[in-house]
């Protein structure tokens, strides 16, 4: 049980580990595998939250086929959702120039992944006034 603990995680999935992990302890409470492998599932879980929120929802039974991640910035909800949702085409829309690279190695790497620079708003015209903020 264990083994497929660490292999959920490794398959971007936390909740599963920590729920196999917890299978374990309740059996099995001083068991520091098990320990290991619930606080690995938890880091994971707080590194990446997407991870676990498209987790929960494909164990739920949502298979979705087709999403817009929009102000994708530098594609990281896109390749959490492919990594649950392998099937999924998805379009990434940022306004950011400077994200482009990033984006276009979303798209690279990943199946059915597009990606437009533009700006989404209440109305269409030809040029707007756009502030990037420095981070």
Not at 23 to 29: G, R, T
Not at 100 to 118: E, F, H, K, P
Not at 120 to 130: I, K, L, P
Request: charged content about 20%; proline content about 4%; hydrophobic content about 45%.
């Amino acid at each position: 049980m264990l083994q497929a603990a660490v292999d959920a995680i490794n398959n971007g999935d936390p909740a599963t580990a920590s729920d196999l992990a917890l299978q374990v302890l309740q059996h099995q409470p001083q068991n520091q595998d098990a320990m290991t492998v619930l606080g690995a599932a938890r880091f994971a879980a707080l590194c990446n939250p997407h991870d676990m929120f498209f987790a929960k929802l494909k164990r739920l039974g949502f298979t979705p086929r087709s999403a817009i991640d929009v102000g994708a910035y530098e594609g990281d909800w896109t390749r959490a959702l492919k990594r649950s949702f392998t099937d999924a085409t998805v379009l990434m829309i940022e306004a950011q120039p400077g994200k482009a690279d990033a984006l276009q190695g979303v798209v690279d790497g990943s199946a059915n992944v597009t990606y437009r620079a533009c700006l989404v708003g209440d109305r269409n015209e030809d040029d707007v006034a756009f502030h990037v903020m420095d981070t």
